[in-house]
């Protein structure tokens, strides 16, 4: 396992921006593929994006292509998740999450979470 810290949630009206970070202090942090997930109360965690180790390749939900971009330095050890035309909708609880086995758009199998990062899209 690796441990995982979230950072860059907060408040922002519709149509603006944030940048979330997961960062983690280990050394194999590289070996992992990173995801992004969301989760509001009473509902299921939600895939929002995915990285491959390499940072070559990249999968997105179908509700944020074109808004959200996620981006790895695995010299600085993070992941990022640029989140543009941000909508209500968007208001969720953001969890970083790191695989072992490969690019997946299910939270099955996932090897380390982070403690999430409240994001709050007002209209």
């Known amino acids: 396992q690796v441990q995982l810290v979230e950072s860059g949630g907060g408040l922002v009206q519709a149509g603006g921006s944030l940048r979330l970070s997961c960062a983690s202090s280990?050394?194999?942090?590289?070996?992992?593929?990173v995801h992004w997930f969301r989760q509001v109360p009473g509902k299921e965690r939600e895939f929002v994006a995915g990285?491959?180790?390499?940072?070559?390749?990249?999968l997105y939900a179908d509700s944020v292509k074109g808004r959200f971009t996620i981006s790895r330095d695995n010299a600085k050890r993070t992941v990022n998740l640029q989140m543009n035309s941000l909508k209500p909708d968007d208001t969720a609880v953001y969890y970083c999450?790191?695989?072992?086995?490969?690019?997946?758009?299910?939270?099955?199998?996932?090897?380390?979470w982070g403690q999430g990062t409240q994001v709050t899209v007002s209209s």
């Open positions: 280990e050394s194999t942090f590289s070996t992992y593929y």
């Open positions: 999450a790191a695989r072992r086995v490969g690019l997946m758009s299910t939270p099955g199998g996932v090897d380390s």
């Open positions: 990285i491959t180790r390499s940072g070559s390749s990249t």
